[in-house]
């Protein structure tokens, strides 16, 4: 089961109580049982907030459906995805390397994956979209002699999903892949940090290269 923020609002509220009762427990100098110290919300504020994003990420932990993978069709899936969703003003290009060989891996992981990177490059790209400019490209390549943890790979799968939107927020960039990091309102901040997670889980990794007009997330894949 995927837990929405939905979810994890009703479940915060029912948490109130609950919360609010073990906070007490260590709210050993307050004379007023009404009134809790603010070291004691703190750390219950803290709790919780930390039992709310493993409840968000928990689909990571889900069971790793290992078969064969062929990134076009993710990225395929990707894009008419996109398409759907933003019938008017985006132009999702491809420049595929056919070559690239099938890999074990989870595809549905993968689809995931790649579609938190692209939804977000379609959100930044609402102006462009707008004025009909908005573009958005994968691209796939093969990279030889790979380092990634410690571990050189003879072959990886580079897989850039690129837009020409405004950039990641210069006060977000150091801190794009950590859990709740939102530059935007509304944003629960968890997208790329599932994304980093569901790809670790391939034993690779995403990097981002932005700058105003050009933002590429580049996603790393051993295959031998
Ligand atoms: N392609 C992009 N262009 C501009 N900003 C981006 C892009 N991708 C991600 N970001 C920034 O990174 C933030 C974090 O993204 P994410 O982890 O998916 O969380 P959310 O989408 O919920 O905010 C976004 O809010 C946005 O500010
Ligand atoms: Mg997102």
Known sequence: MVVTPSDCCKDLISSRTCLL?????????????????????????????CWLVDRLLAPHRKPHVVGDVNIHEVCERVRAVLLAEYPKGLSVQRDYDLSIPEFRGDKE???????????NAALALGDLRARGKANITFKTRVARQITMGKVRYRLALELHVMDNGPGVPAAIKDRLFYPLVSGRDGGTG???????????????????????GSTDFKILIPLS
């Not at 049982?33 to 750390?43: E, F, M, P, V, Y």
Request: hydrophobic fraction near 40%; charge should be negative; aromatic fraction near 6%.
């Open 190 to 212: 968890l997208g790329l940090t599932l994304a980093q997670t569901f790809v670790q889980q391939h034993q690779g990794w995403i990097e981002c290269e932005s700058e105003p």
């Open 109 to 119: 992981q993968l689809i995931q994956a790649v579609m938190n990177i692209a939804q």
């Open 21 to 49: 009762s073990f906070a007490s427990k260590f709210d050993k100098g307050s004379s007023n049982n009404n009134t809790l110290g603010s070291n004691t919300i703190a750390l219950a504020t803290a709790t919780l907030c």
